[in-house]
């Protein structure tokens, strides 16, 4: 390899200015993920919690719907 191409070997080596960006991105990827999950587990309680205070709702007035 040449003087020139070892310079430019060098300088691309040193350069990390892509590398902020990726990380940004991966750690955006990380934290939508997160929020995913979290999501989907708090969904299926809150859809169980809302069932069960309905159900008991309706046995507290009769069992009865809307007139």
Known sequence: MGERSMSMFRRFVKDDS???AIEYGLIAALV???IIAALG???DNLSATFNE???????????G???
């Open 53 to 63: 205070v309905s159900e008991q709702l309706s046995t507290a007035t009769g069992g």
């Open 18 to 20: 892509g590398a902020t």
């Open 65 to 67: 719907g809307a007139p």
């Open 32 to 34: 939508s993920v997160a």
């Open 41 to 43: 587990f708090l969904g």
